[in-house]
């Protein structure tokens, strides 16, 4: 859900997994995130508005989250 507090389901438009998480913030500060699957563990994120950058083997998508 959006907004967040501790995780994210991540759902991707291809059937691949995902291979690596990152959060950035809007100062452009980049941030690995611990990903399972395709849960993505946002609890120790800074609460605010975040860009949510996930990769595939072949892709990253990007999502604008808030985080509470």
Do not use: C, F, K, M
């Given at each position: 859900p959006?907004?967040?507090?501790?995780?994210?389901?991540?759902?991707?438009?291809?059937s691949?997994?995902?291979?690596?998480?990152?959060?950035?913030d809007l100062t452009?500060?980049r941030?690995?995130v611990?990903?399972?699957g395709h849960?993505?563990?946002?609890?120790a994120?800074?609460?605010?508005?975040?860009?949510l950058?996930v990769?595939?083997s072949?892709?990253?998508?990007n999502?604008r989250?808030i985080k509470?």
């Open positions: 959006n907004p967040a507090t501790d995780r994210v389901q991540v759902s991707l438009p291809v691949e997994p995902v291979t690596a998480a990152w959060i950035v452009g500060r941030r690995p611990p990903v399972s849960a993505v563990d946002l609890s994120a800074p609460s605010g508005i975040l860009i950058q990769a595939t072949n892709h990253v998508y999502h989250i509470l």
